[in-house]
């Protein structure tokens, strides 16, 4: 039988760091029958001032050629029992182990000051990453919490990775200003972007989830400034959106004073847009005077856009939604192994009200695949062909053999 891809993940809650990575340790390694040739590992953010023991704990207990992983506001894995957890503000570790045949694995740590300048030659991009362009890599990047220069990183990877898929998160500390770690088999870093590349007989598979449901029409910048939109249809923005608002429902005005978004169309051409086409932004602000709106993100003239209200309902409605069409997908290809998560911590049960309610879901469609991951300050994942960190969103990266 020819030598196949395995992906094991233990959690742990115990609240000592010694326990938690034996604990992790012995249920990953028991459940692979091959060695493993890259761990992933995610803490969370109540072992804060313990981060600089974990990377000599495991190397105690664990041998593994490429090790990564972060700090994350919460933790997510799968249980010996095999449900999957998302544990927010506890002590909890995650750590994934994968078997990779004929995959080459290549990690590499990205500084803002080395990223090239956005009109280089893919060359200088791939000098930075140290990997070729063919077979496209497949990368996992965990970026520090207020990383400059992600947005860039992201762009340059797609300039010289053509085909490639990039999934991931930034890395979040327990609250605002919390400390962050990124871990490489025996370095911390605090900044930075921390990424491995797989080429060969491995594709991720994505799933983003961005938990928005549009209201009223589209409209289409007809004045901007940088990230300000100072005309839709050639009217007053400010204006435009509380005629909008005064024609919801109720309980959409209620949401609409602290769930709403922008969506930008990311397609020019496509001509009936519908949920899923948009790229989510939050409003940053409005100038009452002007009746100018700020959102985070760039606006052009002659984009389009539609106002979206986020709440629990939407949010698992867009998820089901892409689980269904992932799921239909699938045959013949070969099943996938395992699955990474990276989640906003803008979600879980703050927006739920109820724990676990990605993963469960998640596990609903894609059964018996271990899945691990985090609770991030942002979520990187590609949406209509373009990777972008995004906000409020969950992000799947779902791994498999390429097969013959």
């Given at each position: 039988?020819?030598?196949?891809?395995?992906?094991?993940?233990?959690?742990?809650?115990?609240?000592?760091?010694?326990?938690?990575?034996?604990?992790?340790?012995?249920?990953?390694?028991?459940?692979?029958?091959?060695?493993?040739?890259?761990?992933?590992?995610?803490?969370?953010?109540?072992?804060?001032?313990?981060?600089?023991?974990?990377?000599?704990?495991?190397?105690?207990?664990?041998?593994?050629?490429?090790?990564?992983?972060c700090s994350g506001g919460g933790v997510i894995g799968t249980t010996e029992w095999g449900q999957t957890q998302e544990l927010e503000?506890?002590?909890?570790?995650?750590?994934?182990?994968?078997?990779?045949?004929?995959?080459?694995?290549?990690?590499?740590?990205?500084?803002?000051?080395?990223?090239?300048?956005?009109?280089?030659?893919?060359?200088?991009?791939?000098?930075?990453?140290?990997?070729?362009?063919?077979?496209?890599?497949?990368?996992?990047?965990?970026?520090?919490?207020?990383?400059?220069?992600?947005?860039?990183?992201?762009?340059?990877?797609?300039?010289?990775?053509?085909?490639?898929?990039?999934?991931?998160?930034?890395?979040?500390?327990?609250?605002?200003?919390?400390?962050?770690?990124?871990?490489?088999?025996?370095?911390?870093?605090?900044?930075?972007?921390?990424?491995?590349?797989?080429?060969?007989?491995?594709?991720?598979?994505?799933?983003?989830?961005?938990?928005?449901?549009?209201?009223?029409?589209?409209?289409?910048?007809?004045?901007?400034?940088?990230?300000?939109?100072?005309?839709?249809?050639?009217?007053?923005?400010?204006?435009?959106?509380?005629?909008?608002?005064?024609?919801?429902?109720?309980?959409?005005?209620?949401?609409?004073?602290?769930?709403?978004?922008?969506?930008?169309?990311?397609?020019?051409?496509?001509?009936?847009?519908?949920?899923?086409?948009?790229?989510?932004?939050?409003?940053?602000?409005?100038?009452?005077?002007?009746?100018?709106?700020?959102?985070?993100?760039?606006?052009?003239?002659?984009?389009?856009?539609?106002?979206?209200?986020?709440?629990?309902?939407?949010?698992?409605?867009?998820?089901?939604?892409?689980?269904?069409?992932?799921?239909?997908?699938?045959?013949?290809?070969?099943?996938?192994?395992?699955?990474?998560?990276?989640?906003?911590?803008?979600?879980?049960?703050?927006?739920?009200?109820?724990?676990?309610?990605?993963?469960?879901?998640?596990?609903?469609?894609?059964?018996?695949?271990?899945?691990?991951?985090?609770?991030?300050?942002?979520?990187?994942?590609?949406?209509?062909?373009?990777?972008?960190?995004?906000?409020?969103?969950?992000?799947?990266?779902?791994?498999?053999?390429?097969?013959?």
């Amino acid at each position: 039988m020819a030598d196949q891809m395995q992906w094991a993940n233990a959690l742990s809650t115990r609240p000592s760091l010694e326990a938690a990575v034996a604990d992790v340790v012995q249920q990953a390694v028991s459940s692979l029958t091959a060695p493993a040739d890259l761990g992933l590992v995610f803490i969370s953010s109540a072992f804060t001032s313990e981060y600089s023991r974990l990377l000599p704990l495991l190397a105690e207990r664990l041998s593994v050629p490429v090790l990564i992983g972060c700090s994350g506001g919460g933790v997510i894995g799968t249980t010996e029992w095999g449900q999957t957890q998302e544990l927010e503000a506890e002590p909890a570790l995650s750590l994934t182990l994968a078997h990779l045949p004929e995959v080459n694995i290549k990690a590499f740590h990205v500084v803002p000051e080395e990223i090239p300048d956005l009109d280089s030659s893919p060359d200088n991009w791939i000098d930075l990453i140290g990997v070729p362009p063919s077979p496209a890599p497949q990368f996992i990047l965990l970026s520090g919490a207020f990383s400059s220069g992600i947005n860039d990183l992201l762009q340059g990877i797609d300039f010289a990775y053509p085909g490639s898929v990039t999934v991931g998160g930034q890395a979040s500390g327990g609250g605002m200003g919390g400390r962050i770690a990124l871990f490489h088999n025996d370095q911390v870093y605090r900044e930075g972007t921390l990424g491995i590349a797989l080429s060969g007989n491995i594709v991720l598979e994505t799933i983003v989830a961005q938990g928005c449901r549009p209201i009223g029409k589209t409209y289409q910048v007809t004045k901007g400034d940088r990230n300000i939109i100072l005309e839709l249809d050639e009217q007053v923005p400010l204006v435009v959106l509380r005629d909008l608002i005064s024609h919801l429902g109720e309980e959409d005005r209620i949401l609409a004073q602290h769930s709403l978004f922008v969506g930008l169309a990311m397609d020019e051409f496509k001509q009936d847009l519908l949920q899923g086409d948009f790229l989510i932004r939050s409003i940053l602000g409005v100038d009452p005077s002007a009746g100018a709106i700020a959102i985070a993100d760039y606006v052009r003239p002659g984009q389009r856009l539609q106002f979206h209200l986020r709440d629990a309902q939407a949010s698992a409605e867009d998820l089901e939604f892409l689980l269904e069409s992932y799921q239909k997908q699938q045959a013949p290809k070969p099943s996938a192994v395992g699955a990474l998560m990276f989640s906003c911590v803008g979600r879980g049960e703050g927006l739920y009200g109820k724990p676990n309610f990605d993963s469960q879901l998640f596990r609903r469609y894609l059964k018996n695949i271990p899945l691990a991951g985090f609770f991030c300050g942002g979520e990187i994942g590609p949406v209509g062909g373009t990777t972008l960190l995004h906000n409020y969103t969950s992000v799947f990266g779902i791994c498999r053999a390429v097969g013959k």
